[in-house]
């Protein structure tokens, strides 16, 4: 039973649809599929190690050049369904596919929002038994409500989101979100199948102790990197690294931190993507009172070119961005 006083996501969704400035229901309804997806990955991630269809590679690739796992697939096609069932959605772009999907029905014509997602982030965690998660990014479409879907809806900048969120299943599933009125987070209890709110008004302390980044590319790091990382261990700041940019994201934003993948030899912009991975978590960040940049720009005010757009990510606790980005400054 659910102690008195708690309020699950739905009741939450629905409270809180007032302070969003467009048409009442809309994103309650287009959160209410994300919230069902997230719940049907939830189940599957659960049995990784015990049924085939888990764990493993796909034998194929993504666009991008990366060997997909039988999870990631899955998690994609959760997902798109999902929202091609809902009257909100016009198209979704996802890391696993290679360009976006409209929805061309005369359905799906009629949504007025785009969604952008990373289905399954911290891949090569799955088979290990290590935290992963999904990252999406909401948007209201620029081109004609009742056209098909065009790029120029996902090729938006991140100021332009109307919500952002992830969700993280870890040692529980938490679903963390933001309408541009501060992030919340859900806790999910899977005897009920219900995500509770556990972490009203979450703020990230301005200052912390950790930074994380995958320290085997700290030679082909640019010199300011380098520095802050120095400067790092002459604090004795805490290494913290899981490899799920969801899971390490979500670590700092409750303990403070600095979470950085920037450009190495192999990636002259860094691994991560500018529309689903970066900008959701940044605009989660700023929500929360943190900063996220590429060292020299705001992530969120980025132009983007491309669908799978990789940026340096930087992001984190305020007092440590800001020290980071002066460094660039100098
Ligand atoms: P994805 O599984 O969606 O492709 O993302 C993997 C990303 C991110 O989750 C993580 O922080 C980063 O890759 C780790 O990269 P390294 O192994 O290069 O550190
Ligand atoms: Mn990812
Ligand atoms: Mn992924």
Known sequence: MRPPGITTLGEFIVQNQHSFPYATGELSRLLSAIRLAAKVVYSQTNKAGLVDQVMGSMGATNIQGEEQKKLDVYANDVFINALRARLEVCGVASEEEDSFIAFDSEMGKQGKYVVLMDPLDGSSNIDVNVSIGTIFAIYRRVSRVGSVARMEDFLQAGTAQVAAGYVIYGSSTMLVYTTGNGVNGFTFDPAVGVFYLSHPSMQIPAQGHIYSVNEGNY???????????????????????????????????????????????????????????CNPLAMIVEQAGGKASNGLTRTLEIKPAALHQRVPFIVGSQHMVDELEQMYKE
Do not use: M, W
């Open 219 to 277: 030679n082909s790091f640019d010199r300011q990197i380098r520095q802050y990382i120095d400067q790092c261990k002459e604090r004795t700041y805490s290494a913290r690294y899981i490899g799920s940019l969801v899971a390490d994201f979500h670590r700092n934003l409750l303990k403070g931190g600095i979470y950085l993948y920037p450009a190495t030899a192999k990636s002259s912009n860094g691994k991560l993507r500018l529309l689903y991975e």
